[in-house]
Protein backbone atom coordinates (compact mmCIF):
# COMPACT_ATOMS: atom_id res chain seq x y z
CA UNK A 1 0.00 0.00 0.00
CA UNK A 2 1.42 3.29 -1.15
CA UNK A 3 2.50 5.56 1.67
CA UNK A 4 0.11 8.68 1.31
CA UNK A 5 -3.06 6.10 1.41
CA UNK A 6 -1.61 5.26 5.22
CA UNK A 7 -1.23 8.66 6.25
CA UNK A 8 -4.93 9.33 5.52
CA UNK A 9 -5.67 7.63 8.34
CA UNK A 10 -9.55 7.01 8.83
CA UNK A 11 -10.20 9.32 5.92
CA UNK A 12 -8.10 7.13 3.30
CA UNK A 13 -10.62 6.66 0.02
CA UNK A 14 -11.06 3.80 -2.31
CA UNK A 15 -10.38 4.71 -5.89
CA UNK A 16 -13.58 4.24 -8.33
CA UNK A 17 -10.64 1.46 -10.14
CA UNK A 18 -10.26 -0.28 -7.13
CA UNK A 19 -14.00 -1.02 -6.13
CA UNK A 20 -14.98 -1.85 -9.52
CA UNK A 21 -12.02 -4.34 -9.79
CA UNK A 22 -13.08 -6.07 -6.56
CA UNK A 23 -16.33 -6.86 -7.96
CA UNK A 24 -14.67 -9.40 -10.58
CA UNK A 25 -12.74 -11.06 -7.89
CA UNK A 26 -15.00 -15.10 -7.99
CA UNK A 27 -15.48 -15.00 -3.90
CA UNK A 28 -17.37 -11.66 -3.80
CA UNK A 29 -19.41 -11.55 -7.41
CA UNK A 30 -22.67 -11.05 -7.64
CA UNK A 31 -24.46 -12.17 -10.95
CA UNK A 32 -25.88 -9.04 -13.26
CA UNK A 33 -29.18 -9.95 -14.09
CA UNK A 34 -30.81 -6.75 -13.51
CA UNK A 35 -32.52 -4.73 -16.79
CA UNK A 36 -34.11 -1.06 -16.70
CA UNK A 37 -37.56 -2.40 -16.27
CA UNK A 38 -36.23 -4.58 -13.62
CA UNK A 39 -34.96 -1.53 -11.51
CA UNK A 40 -37.88 0.37 -12.22
CA UNK A 41 -40.02 -2.50 -10.97
CA UNK A 42 -37.89 -2.52 -7.73
CA UNK A 43 -38.02 1.14 -6.79
CA UNK A 44 -42.01 1.14 -7.95
CA UNK A 45 -41.80 -2.13 -5.48
CA UNK A 46 -40.27 -0.31 -2.44
CA UNK A 47 -41.70 3.19 -2.77
CA UNK A 48 -44.92 2.39 -3.20
CA UNK A 49 -45.71 0.96 0.56
CA UNK A 50 -46.53 2.07 4.33
CA UNK A 51 -45.94 5.73 3.29
CA UNK A 52 -49.18 5.52 1.21
CA UNK A 53 -50.79 2.91 2.48
CA UNK A 54 -50.50 4.16 6.27
CA UNK A 55 -48.47 6.96 6.96
CA UNK A 56 -50.78 9.56 5.18
CA UNK A 57 -53.37 9.01 7.36
CA UNK A 58 -51.32 9.47 10.30
CA UNK A 59 -49.75 12.63 9.09
CA UNK A 60 -52.66 13.98 7.66
CA UNK A 61 -55.03 13.40 11.01
CA UNK A 62 -52.21 14.78 13.60
CA UNK A 63 -49.55 17.12 11.19
CA UNK A 64 -51.06 18.63 8.44
CA UNK A 65 -54.51 17.98 7.54
CA UNK A 66 -55.53 18.15 4.03
CA UNK A 67 -52.34 20.76 3.02
CA UNK A 68 -50.42 16.71 3.70
CA UNK A 69 -50.68 17.01 -0.10
CA UNK A 70 -48.28 20.06 -0.16
CA UNK A 71 -46.35 18.12 2.24
CA UNK A 72 -45.62 15.16 -0.45
CA UNK A 73 -44.89 17.53 -2.75
CA UNK A 74 -41.85 19.10 -0.78
CA UNK A 75 -40.75 15.04 0.30
CA UNK A 76 -40.57 14.90 -3.32
CA UNK A 77 -38.65 17.98 -4.39
CA UNK A 78 -35.94 17.15 -1.79
CA UNK A 79 -35.94 13.46 -3.21
CA UNK A 80 -36.08 14.62 -6.40
CA UNK A 81 -32.94 16.68 -5.79
CA UNK A 82 -30.89 13.69 -4.03
CA UNK A 83 -31.98 11.17 -6.84
CA UNK A 84 -30.26 12.95 -9.51
CA UNK A 85 -27.11 12.62 -7.78
CA UNK A 86 -27.59 9.03 -6.71
CA UNK A 87 -28.09 8.95 -10.34
CA UNK A 88 -24.83 10.26 -11.66
CA UNK A 89 -22.71 7.98 -8.50
CA UNK A 90 -24.70 5.00 -9.50
CA UNK A 91 -24.28 5.36 -12.99
CA UNK A 92 -20.43 6.61 -12.63
CA UNK A 93 -19.67 3.76 -9.81
CA UNK A 94 -21.56 0.82 -10.65
CA UNK A 95 -20.81 -0.95 -7.34
CA UNK A 96 -23.19 -2.43 -4.65
CA UNK A 97 -23.43 -0.20 -1.31
CA UNK A 98 -25.29 2.51 -2.77
CA UNK A 99 -24.33 5.94 -0.95
CA UNK A 100 -21.50 3.86 1.24
CA UNK A 101 -19.91 2.96 -1.76
CA UNK A 102 -20.08 6.67 -3.44
CA UNK A 103 -18.64 8.01 -0.40
CA UNK A 104 -15.93 5.68 0.10
CA UNK A 105 -14.29 6.91 -3.16
CA UNK A 106 -14.68 10.44 -2.12
CA UNK A 107 -15.23 11.36 1.08
CA UNK A 108 -13.05 8.73 2.78
CA UNK A 109 -13.50 5.61 4.66
CA UNK A 110 -14.74 7.09 7.92
CA UNK A 111 -17.38 8.90 6.53
CA UNK A 112 -17.83 5.50 4.56
CA UNK A 113 -18.59 3.68 7.29
CA UNK A 114 -21.27 6.38 9.02
CA UNK A 115 -23.15 5.98 5.63
CA UNK A 116 -22.83 2.74 5.86
CA UNK A 117 -24.09 2.13 9.56
CA UNK A 118 -26.87 4.98 8.51
CA UNK A 119 -28.32 3.17 5.85
CA UNK A 120 -28.62 0.04 8.05
CA UNK A 121 -30.61 2.10 9.79
CA UNK A 122 -32.63 3.33 7.32
CA UNK A 123 -33.27 -0.37 5.02
CA UNK A 124 -33.36 -2.44 8.60
CA UNK A 125 -35.99 -0.32 10.39
CA UNK A 126 -37.62 0.32 7.18
CA UNK A 127 -38.52 -2.80 6.42
CA UNK A 128 -39.40 -3.36 10.08
CA UNK A 129 -42.04 -0.43 9.75
CA UNK A 130 -43.69 -2.05 6.59
CA UNK A 131 -43.98 -5.47 8.05
CA UNK A 132 -45.96 -3.80 10.78
CA UNK A 133 -47.91 -1.84 8.15
CA UNK A 134 -48.28 -5.48 6.02
CA UNK A 135 -49.57 -7.01 9.63
CA UNK A 136 -51.88 -4.44 10.05
CA UNK A 137 -53.64 -4.59 6.53
CA UNK A 138 -53.89 -8.50 6.97
CA UNK A 139 -55.75 -7.90 10.22
CA UNK A 140 -58.01 -6.02 8.58
CA UNK A 141 -58.43 -8.06 5.73
CA UNK A 142 -58.94 -11.25 7.57
CA UNK A 143 -61.61 -8.56 9.69
CA UNK A 144 -63.38 -8.55 6.59
CA UNK A 145 -63.32 -12.12 6.27
CA UNK A 146 -64.93 -12.97 9.69
CA UNK A 147 -61.20 -14.22 11.04
CA UNK A 148 -60.03 -12.49 14.22
CA UNK A 149 -56.56 -12.57 15.29
CA UNK A 150 -55.82 -13.22 18.78
CA UNK A 151 -54.89 -9.80 20.04
CA UNK A 152 -52.08 -11.16 21.81
CA UNK A 153 -50.61 -12.04 18.68
CA UNK A 154 -51.32 -9.45 16.02
CA UNK A 155 -50.81 -6.03 15.17
CA UNK A 156 -50.31 -3.44 18.11
CA UNK A 157 -49.68 -6.43 20.39
CA UNK A 158 -46.49 -6.92 22.43
CA UNK A 159 -45.43 -9.76 19.92
CA UNK A 160 -46.85 -8.84 16.29
CA UNK A 161 -46.56 -12.79 14.50
CA UNK A 162 -47.48 -11.53 11.37
CA UNK A 163 -44.62 -9.10 10.97
CA UNK A 164 -42.06 -11.78 12.08
CA UNK A 165 -43.62 -14.25 9.54
CA UNK A 166 -43.95 -12.40 6.65
CA UNK A 167 -39.64 -11.44 7.25
CA UNK A 168 -39.47 -15.09 7.89
CA UNK A 169 -40.77 -16.05 4.35
CA UNK A 170 -38.99 -13.40 2.46
CA UNK A 171 -35.68 -13.82 3.78
CA UNK A 172 -36.09 -17.35 2.67
CA UNK A 173 -36.73 -15.85 -0.99
CA UNK A 174 -34.35 -13.22 -1.29
CA UNK A 175 -31.39 -15.91 0.09
CA UNK A 176 -32.76 -17.95 -2.93
CA UNK A 177 -32.03 -15.58 -5.99
CA UNK A 178 -32.06 -12.20 -6.87
CA UNK A 179 -33.60 -12.55 -10.34
CA UNK A 180 -36.28 -15.30 -8.64
CA UNK A 181 -37.11 -12.34 -5.79
CA UNK A 182 -37.48 -9.88 -8.72
CA UNK A 183 -40.31 -12.45 -10.78
CA UNK A 184 -42.04 -12.25 -7.48
CA UNK A 185 -41.87 -8.47 -6.95
CA UNK A 186 -43.00 -7.77 -10.87
CA UNK A 187 -46.56 -9.79 -9.96
CA UNK A 188 -46.74 -8.22 -6.61
CA UNK A 189 -46.28 -4.08 -7.74
CA UNK A 190 -48.86 -5.01 -10.32
CA UNK A 191 -51.40 -5.91 -8.06
CA UNK A 192 -50.27 -2.91 -5.59
CA UNK A 193 -50.59 -0.46 -8.71
CA UNK A 194 -53.85 -1.54 -9.14
CA UNK A 195 -54.87 -0.99 -5.75
CA UNK A 196 -53.87 2.81 -5.95
CA UNK A 197 -55.49 3.12 -9.03
CA UNK A 198 -58.23 1.57 -7.76
CA UNK A 199 -58.56 3.69 -4.74
CA UNK A 200 -57.80 6.68 -6.80
CA UNK A 201 -60.64 6.22 -9.43
CA UNK A 202 -63.44 4.27 -6.93
CA UNK A 203 -62.57 7.40 -4.33
CA UNK A 204 -63.02 10.37 -7.10
CA UNK A 205 -66.61 10.21 -6.68
CA UNK A 206 -66.82 10.09 -2.81
CA UNK A 207 -64.92 13.40 -2.50
CA UNK A 208 -66.61 16.12 -0.50
CA UNK A 209 -64.82 19.37 -1.87
CA UNK A 210 -66.03 20.55 1.71
CA UNK A 211 -63.38 18.27 3.52
CA UNK A 212 -60.99 20.89 1.91
CA UNK A 213 -61.35 23.36 4.29
CA UNK A 214 -59.60 24.50 6.18
CA UNK A 215 -56.95 23.15 3.78
CA UNK A 216 -54.44 24.65 6.25
CA UNK A 217 -55.36 23.54 9.39
CA UNK A 218 -54.66 26.57 11.83
CA UNK A 219 -51.67 25.56 14.06
CA UNK A 220 -52.40 24.90 17.62
CA UNK A 221 -50.15 23.62 20.43
CA UNK A 222 -49.09 19.88 20.12
CA UNK A 223 -49.51 19.50 24.13
CA UNK A 224 -53.49 19.55 22.74
CA UNK A 225 -52.70 16.70 20.58
CA UNK A 226 -50.67 14.38 22.79
CA UNK A 227 -46.86 16.32 22.00
CA UNK A 228 -44.07 17.52 24.34
CA UNK A 229 -40.70 19.29 24.25
CA UNK A 230 -39.50 15.89 22.89
CA UNK A 231 -42.05 14.75 20.23
CA UNK A 232 -41.72 18.45 18.88
CA UNK A 233 -39.38 19.21 16.07
CA UNK A 234 -35.82 19.71 16.74
CA UNK A 235 -36.03 23.40 15.38
CA UNK A 236 -38.76 24.34 17.20
CA UNK A 237 -36.84 22.40 20.65
CA UNK A 238 -33.77 24.56 19.31
CA UNK A 239 -34.87 28.15 19.80
CA UNK A 240 -37.45 27.79 22.75
CA UNK A 241 -40.67 28.17 20.45
CA UNK A 242 -43.76 26.69 21.88
CA UNK A 243 -44.26 23.23 20.27
CA UNK A 244 -47.17 23.13 17.58
CA UNK A 245 -48.41 21.36 15.25
CA UNK A 246 -50.43 22.03 11.45
CA UNK A 247 -50.24 25.43 10.04
CA UNK A 248 -47.10 26.36 7.84
CA UNK A 249 -44.85 24.10 10.91
CA UNK A 250 -47.32 21.05 10.35
CA UNK A 251 -46.83 21.24 6.33
CA UNK A 252 -42.83 20.85 6.87
CA UNK A 253 -43.31 18.52 9.60
CA UNK A 254 -45.43 16.43 7.70
CA UNK A 255 -43.23 16.37 4.80
CA UNK A 256 -40.26 15.49 7.27
CA UNK A 257 -42.91 12.19 7.95
CA UNK A 258 -44.40 11.52 4.83
CA UNK A 259 -40.57 11.20 3.33
CA UNK A 260 -40.78 7.63 4.27
CA UNK A 261 -42.98 7.13 1.25
CA UNK A 262 -40.35 7.95 -0.88
CA UNK A 263 -37.80 5.70 0.78
CA UNK A 264 -37.21 3.40 -2.40
CA UNK A 265 -35.35 4.77 -5.11
CA UNK A 266 -31.82 5.05 -3.37
CA UNK A 267 -32.08 1.20 -2.83
CA UNK A 268 -31.95 1.16 -6.71
CA UNK A 269 -28.16 1.92 -6.35
CA UNK A 270 -27.62 -0.55 -4.41
CA UNK A 271 -28.16 -3.33 -6.60
CA UNK A 272 -25.98 -1.16 -9.22
CA UNK A 273 -23.61 -4.41 -9.49
CA UNK A 274 -26.40 -6.43 -10.58
CA UNK A 275 -27.40 -4.05 -13.54
CA UNK A 276 -26.51 -5.67 -16.90
CA UNK A 277 -26.16 -2.48 -18.35
CA UNK A 278 -25.46 0.11 -15.09
CA UNK A 279 -24.39 3.41 -16.85
CA UNK A 280 -27.69 3.71 -18.61
CA UNK A 281 -30.28 1.69 -16.75
CA UNK A 282 -29.81 2.34 -12.95
CA UNK A 283 -30.38 7.04 -13.89
CA UNK A 284 -33.77 5.36 -15.82
CA UNK A 285 -34.72 2.94 -12.95
CA UNK A 286 -33.85 5.82 -10.09
CA UNK A 287 -35.62 8.51 -12.00
CA UNK A 288 -38.03 7.12 -13.19
CA UNK A 289 -39.91 4.94 -10.27
CA UNK A 290 -39.59 8.14 -7.97
CA UNK A 291 -41.91 10.01 -11.35
CA UNK A 292 -44.14 7.48 -10.99
CA UNK A 293 -44.80 7.27 -7.34
CA UNK A 294 -45.03 11.26 -6.75
CA UNK A 295 -47.65 11.39 -9.41
CA UNK A 296 -49.47 8.08 -7.37
CA UNK A 297 -49.03 9.78 -4.29
CA UNK A 298 -50.33 13.21 -4.61
CA UNK A 299 -53.66 11.51 -6.39
CA UNK A 300 -54.31 9.44 -3.55
CA UNK A 301 -53.90 12.46 -1.08
CA UNK A 302 -56.34 14.15 -2.64
CA UNK A 303 -58.60 11.64 -2.44
CA UNK A 304 -58.46 10.27 1.13
CA UNK A 305 -58.72 14.14 2.45
CA UNK A 306 -61.65 14.77 0.24
CA UNK A 307 -63.04 11.58 1.15
CA UNK A 308 -63.24 11.77 4.43
CA UNK A 309 -62.61 15.17 6.77
CA UNK A 310 -58.77 15.20 8.00
CA UNK A 311 -59.68 14.59 11.58
CA UNK A 312 -61.49 10.98 11.07
CA UNK A 313 -58.89 9.77 9.15
CA UNK A 314 -57.80 6.17 10.71
CA UNK A 315 -53.78 6.41 11.48
CA UNK A 316 -54.33 2.53 10.46
CA UNK A 317 -55.27 1.24 7.44
CA UNK A 318 -56.11 4.43 6.13
CA UNK A 319 -57.12 3.80 2.59
CA UNK A 320 -59.76 0.93 3.53
CA UNK A 321 -60.96 2.11 6.21
CA UNK A 322 -61.63 5.69 4.33
CA UNK A 323 -63.97 3.45 1.88
CA UNK A 324 -65.70 1.55 5.02
CA UNK A 325 -66.35 5.34 6.23
CA UNK A 326 -68.50 6.15 2.75
CA UNK A 327 -70.50 2.79 3.43
CA UNK A 328 -68.25 0.52 0.77
CA UNK A 329 -67.05 -2.28 3.26
CA UNK A 330 -66.77 -4.59 -0.23
CA UNK A 331 -63.89 -2.02 -1.28
CA UNK A 332 -62.17 -1.76 1.82
CA UNK A 333 -61.67 -5.99 1.72
CA UNK A 334 -60.31 -5.77 -1.88
CA UNK A 335 -58.11 -2.50 -0.85
CA UNK A 336 -56.86 -4.37 1.96
CA UNK A 337 -56.04 -7.56 -0.10
CA UNK A 338 -53.89 -5.22 -2.24
CA UNK A 339 -52.16 -3.53 0.34
CA UNK A 340 -51.18 -7.18 2.25
CA UNK A 341 -49.60 -8.13 -1.51
CA UNK A 342 -47.99 -4.44 -2.07
CA UNK A 343 -46.72 -4.05 0.90
CA UNK A 344 -45.05 -7.55 0.56
CA UNK A 345 -42.99 -6.00 -2.29
CA UNK A 346 -41.51 -3.63 -0.31
CA UNK A 347 -40.27 -5.72 2.69
CA UNK A 348 -38.65 -8.08 0.66
CA UNK A 349 -36.93 -4.97 -1.15
CA UNK A 350 -35.56 -3.39 2.28
CA UNK A 351 -34.11 -6.76 2.75
CA UNK A 352 -32.14 -6.69 -0.58
CA UNK A 353 -30.77 -3.25 0.03
CA UNK A 354 -29.70 -4.00 3.64
CA UNK A 355 -27.96 -6.89 2.57
CA UNK A 356 -26.23 -5.31 -0.18
CA UNK A 357 -24.77 -2.74 2.10
CA UNK A 358 -23.68 -5.21 4.53
CA UNK A 359 -21.99 -6.90 1.59
CA UNK A 360 -20.15 -3.84 0.48
CA UNK A 361 -19.17 -3.68 3.94
CA UNK A 362 -17.39 -6.84 4.33
CA UNK A 363 -16.33 -7.08 1.10
CA UNK A 364 -14.17 -3.89 2.33
CA UNK A 365 -13.01 -5.93 5.20
CA UNK A 366 -14.86 -3.36 7.29
CA UNK A 367 -17.36 -6.30 8.94
CA UNK A 368 -15.69 -9.68 9.02
CA UNK A 369 -14.93 -10.71 5.04
CA UNK A 370 -16.63 -14.15 5.32
CA UNK A 371 -19.92 -12.48 5.57
CA UNK A 372 -19.13 -11.93 2.09
CA UNK A 373 -19.30 -14.41 0.66
CA UNK A 374 -21.42 -15.59 -1.62
CA UNK A 375 -23.52 -18.94 -3.08
CA UNK A 376 -22.39 -20.64 -6.03
CA UNK A 377 -25.70 -21.34 -6.87
CA UNK A 378 -27.60 -18.30 -5.69
CA UNK A 379 -25.25 -15.70 -6.38
CA UNK A 380 -26.32 -14.35 -3.45
CA UNK A 381 -24.75 -13.49 -0.21
CA UNK A 382 -26.91 -16.15 1.89
CA UNK A 383 -25.34 -15.83 5.61
CA UNK A 384 -25.76 -12.08 5.24
CA UNK A 385 -29.77 -12.53 4.03
CA UNK A 386 -30.08 -14.84 7.13
CA UNK A 387 -28.39 -12.04 9.49
CA UNK A 388 -30.63 -9.33 8.54
CA UNK A 389 -33.61 -11.42 8.13
CA UNK A 390 -33.28 -12.57 11.55
CA UNK A 391 -32.58 -8.76 12.75
CA UNK A 392 -35.83 -7.52 11.04
CA UNK A 393 -37.54 -10.47 12.67
CA UNK A 394 -37.31 -9.32 15.61
CA UNK A 395 -37.68 -5.56 15.58
CA UNK A 396 -40.77 -6.09 13.39
CA UNK A 397 -42.54 -8.28 16.48
CA UNK A 398 -41.33 -6.92 19.52
CA UNK A 399 -40.99 -2.80 18.89
CA UNK A 400 -44.36 -1.01 19.40
CA UNK A 401 -45.66 0.20 16.82
CA UNK A 402 -45.06 4.30 15.20
CA UNK A 403 -41.62 4.54 16.69
CA UNK A 404 -39.55 3.36 14.23
CA UNK A 405 -40.44 5.76 10.94
CA UNK A 406 -38.61 8.44 12.26
CA UNK A 407 -35.64 7.02 12.88
CA UNK A 408 -35.91 5.45 9.01
CA UNK A 409 -36.66 9.19 7.58
CA UNK A 410 -33.47 10.78 9.95
CA UNK A 411 -31.58 8.01 8.42
CA UNK A 412 -31.93 8.27 5.28
CA UNK A 413 -32.30 11.97 5.30
CA UNK A 414 -28.63 12.19 6.43
CA UNK A 415 -27.66 9.64 3.77
CA UNK A 416 -28.90 12.31 1.16
CA UNK A 417 -26.96 15.16 2.41
CA UNK A 418 -23.35 13.32 2.63
CA UNK A 419 -23.92 12.09 -1.20
CA UNK A 420 -25.22 15.10 -2.20
CA UNK A 421 -21.81 17.08 -0.64
CA UNK A 422 -19.99 14.07 -2.37
CA UNK A 423 -21.02 15.17 -6.22
CA UNK A 424 -18.95 18.25 -6.52
CA UNK A 425 -15.92 16.71 -4.35
CA UNK A 426 -15.82 13.76 -7.26
CA UNK A 427 -16.31 15.79 -10.05
CA UNK A 428 -13.15 18.14 -8.68
CA UNK A 429 -10.97 15.06 -7.41
CA UNK A 430 -11.73 12.73 -10.71
CA UNK A 431 -12.58 14.93 -13.68
CA UNK A 432 -11.50 11.84 -15.96
CA UNK A 433 -14.50 9.65 -14.98
CA UNK A 434 -16.94 8.64 -17.68
CA UNK A 435 -20.16 9.63 -16.56
CA UNK A 436 -22.81 8.37 -18.43
CA UNK A 437 -25.19 10.47 -16.48
CA UNK A 438 -24.69 14.30 -14.70
CA UNK A 439 -26.12 15.96 -12.76
CA UNK A 440 -27.59 19.30 -14.15
CA UNK A 441 -26.42 22.33 -12.51
CA UNK A 442 -23.74 21.21 -10.54
CA UNK A 443 -22.32 22.31 -8.06
CA UNK A 444 -25.77 24.44 -6.85
CA UNK A 445 -27.98 21.55 -7.32
CA UNK A 446 -25.91 18.91 -5.19
CA UNK A 447 -25.24 21.48 -2.36
CA UNK A 448 -29.41 22.38 -2.92
CA UNK A 449 -30.54 19.13 -2.17
CA UNK A 450 -27.91 18.63 0.53
CA UNK A 451 -29.20 21.68 2.63
CA UNK A 452 -33.20 21.03 1.71
CA UNK A 453 -32.25 17.39 3.32
CA UNK A 454 -30.58 18.44 6.38
CA UNK A 455 -33.60 21.22 6.86
CA UNK A 456 -35.63 18.17 6.71
CA UNK A 457 -33.96 16.13 9.59
CA UNK A 458 -34.06 19.43 11.79
CA UNK A 459 -38.32 19.36 11.41
CA UNK A 460 -37.66 15.65 13.25
CA UNK A 461 -38.78 15.35 16.52
CA UNK A 462 -35.68 15.67 19.11
CA UNK A 463 -36.44 12.16 20.39
CA UNK A 464 -35.53 11.26 17.24
CA UNK A 465 -32.65 12.57 17.35
CA UNK A 466 -31.33 11.31 20.57
CA UNK A 467 -31.73 7.68 19.51
CA UNK A 468 -30.37 8.44 15.99
CA UNK A 469 -27.54 9.98 18.24
CA UNK A 470 -26.75 6.62 20.12
CA UNK A 471 -27.07 4.30 16.70
CA UNK A 472 -24.02 6.33 15.53
CA UNK A 473 -21.83 6.07 18.90
CA UNK A 474 -22.81 2.13 18.70
CA UNK A 475 -21.33 2.18 15.00
CA UNK A 476 -18.40 4.49 15.62
CA UNK A 477 -17.35 2.52 18.53
CA UNK A 478 -17.33 -1.03 16.24
CA UNK A 479 -15.80 0.57 13.68
CA UNK A 480 -13.25 1.93 16.06
CA UNK A 481 -12.44 -1.00 17.68
CA UNK A 482 -12.81 -3.45 14.51
CA UNK A 483 -12.54 -1.43 11.02
CA UNK A 484 -10.27 0.85 11.46
CA UNK A 485 -7.21 -1.66 11.73
CA UNK A 486 -9.29 -4.78 9.94
CA UNK A 487 -10.12 -2.95 6.58
CA UNK A 488 -8.45 -3.52 3.32
CA UNK A 489 -7.07 -0.24 2.90
CA UNK A 490 -5.84 -0.43 6.65
CA UNK A 491 -3.58 -3.72 5.96
CA UNK A 492 -3.56 -3.42 2.42
CA UNK A 493 -5.33 -6.13 0.69
CA UNK A 494 -1.74 -7.74 -0.83
CA UNK A 495 -0.74 -7.82 3.50
CA UNK A 496 -3.84 -10.18 4.47
CA UNK A 497 -3.32 -13.96 4.29
CA UNK A 498 -5.68 -15.44 1.88
CA UNK A 499 -9.04 -16.49 3.44
CA UNK A 500 -9.64 -20.09 3.08
CA UNK A 501 -12.99 -20.57 0.98
CA UNK A 502 -12.87 -24.01 1.37
CA UNK A 503 -15.88 -24.01 3.26
CA UNK A 504 -17.84 -21.52 0.88
CA UNK A 505 -21.59 -22.69 1.07
Given at each position: M????R?A???RT??I?????E?E????????R???L???V???GVI?G?????LT???A??VAG????I?F???A??CGL?ALC?A?F?S??P??G?A?T?SY?T?GE????????D????L??GA??VAQ????????F???????LP??????????L??????V??????A??I??S???NL?L????I??V???????ISF????N????I??????A?M?G????A????T?FG????T?G?G??????????????GF?VV??T?E?A????RDLPV???A????C?????A?T??I?G?????????E?????????V?K??Y?????AG???G?????M????G??R??FA????W????S?A?????T????RI?LI???VVA???A??????L??M?N??????????S???P?LR??RPD?K????V??S???PW?A??VA???ML???A?T??RF???????L???????V?KS????G??????I?Y????
Amino acid sequence: MDSKRRSAGIFRTKSIEESIAETEESEYALKKRLTALDLTVFGVGVIIGAGIFTLTGRAAATVAGPAILISFIVAAFCCGLAALCYAEFASTVPVSGSAYTFSYATLGEFVAWIIGWDLLLELMLGASVVAQGWSAYVGVFLGHLGIELPEVISYGSHFDLPALLLVVVLTALVAFGIKESMRVNLVLVAIKIFIVLFVIFAGISFINTANYTPFIPPAQPAAEMGGSVWTAPLLQTMFGMTPTTFGVGGILAGASLVFFAYIGFDVVATTAEEAKNPQRDLPVGIIASLIICTVLYCAVTLVITGMIPYNEISTEASLATAFEHVGKPGYATLISAGAVAGLTTVVMTLLIGASRVVFAMSRDWLLPPSLARTNLKTGTPVRINLIIGAVVACIAAFTPVGKLEEMVNIGTLAAFTLVSLAVPILRKSRPDLKRSFKVPGSPFVPWLAAAVAFYLMLTLPAETWVRFIAWMVVGLIIYFIYGVKKSRLAQGKDDIPAIDYSGRH
